[in-house]
């Protein structure tokens, strides 16, 4: 492909990531495979360049879209005119076959327009958030917002059932792939690449998952032993129901449940190649009642109760950049509800003595601490578990938490490297 045509297909994809915007649709991610998968002739490098334009006018979308109101030829258009000058802009819009239309008088003016750059503008966020997102981060606000519009790192979890962790240190070097160990937990693999890995023997063995460090330290701090009774109540995927059953040496059982067929479908062949024997996934039919049906017979039966519920994501923006586009008041108020919920329901399967896991990727006090707060006061039989009880094995770094309930862990990409996490641990009085 031309560079032109790079940029025609550039603004193909964002007129698509725009309507999905605004209809609540598939993820940049997503219409970016779609786009490129019915265009063969696109090489690697095509793809690579496309797929970074895309993303550089998304992480940038609420400064471009507010000056140019909207329009997305303006919007690509201001967003390379940073890099570009007049000429190069004319060449690049010369309305040649495969290539963008030819600049409009107006186009020309817009460009050469001064646009002003706000705070909310350089760090690329909501303006409605901003309280939110400063209560969080006091001091380091400015960081931590930047490191949140960076490029998340490629992170592996090495299968900790199948202890060949050297085997899997020893496949990254034979590939010429730099890596390094995590700093919070030991199964974490960070590379410095974004490969694709379905091809590798390591994971068709089931040695490594592609799971973010703090989701796996998250799981560390369930304290899931061998033997254990575990459910995990909003499973998705079951990244952290393998993670889960790598701890319990094929001992005791597992329960994952999750109300999505497609995002449970795959967890079966993950579990096989994991070598997770103990493992049993449900999808819930939330109609007619049927959901208190099925759940009814794990009433406080539970050792661990894993509750990774539905969030804003706002931890995750490095990785869903056009995320935080998508949240409204009114989101984030249907977010706080279902979460207020699963929380009642969860804690009904926890037998006297167990614990509970509270675990979201979002960032905001609403979400987390203000959640447990509400759930201590209503459920006099929970207690607040210190993360810092949990033992983080020999020569671990000290964990400082960002929450302000002391007992739970607040985790974010500036100030730990990791996504943003935060995970509350709740014993029910034996």
Partial sequence: MIEPARIQAALDILEQVADSLSADGASADVLIRKYFRTRRYAGSRDRRAVTALVYQVIRNWGYLCEQAAGDMRRMLLLNLSETQDSESLEALFNGADHA?????????????????????????????????????????????????????????????????????????????????????????????????????????????????????????????????????????????????????????????FDNNKYRLKDLKPRAKRADARILQAHLIDTAGGKRKSILAEHEARMDRVMLDVPCSGSGVWRRNPESKWRLTEEKLTQYCRIQKNLLTEGWGFVKPGGRMIYMTCSLFVDENEHQIETFLAEQKDAKLVSYRSIDQGEGAPELKSLSTLPECLALSPYSHGTDGFFVAILEKSA
């Avoid at 969080?136 to 790192?153: H, I, K, Q, V």
């Fill in 100 to 256: 963008p239309d030819v600049l409009s008088d107006e186009e020309r003016a817009f460009v050469l327009e001064a646009h002003e750059k706000l705070p909310h503008h350089d760090l690329n966020y909501p303006l409605w958030l901003e309280d939110r997102l400063k209560m969080r981060f006091g001091d380091n606000f400015s960081d931590e917002l930047a490191r949140l519009n960076g490029r998340a790192p490629f992170e592996l979890r090495v299968n900790a059932g199948k202890g060949e962790g050297d085997k899997v240190e020893a496949f990254l070097k034979s590939e010429g792939l730099a890596f390094e160990k995590g700093k919070w937990a030991d199964t974490a693999l960070i590379l410095d690449e974004n490969p694709r890995i379905d091809a590798w023997e390591i994971y068709q063995d089931g040695l490594i998952e592609v799971q973010d460090e703090a989701a796996q330290l998250a799981v560390r701090l369930a304290d899931i032993k061998p033997g254990q009774q575990v459910m995990d109540l909003c499973a998705g995927a079951g990244g952290k129901t393998l993670a889960a059953a790598a701890l319990m040496d094929n001992k005791g059982q597992i329960y994952a």
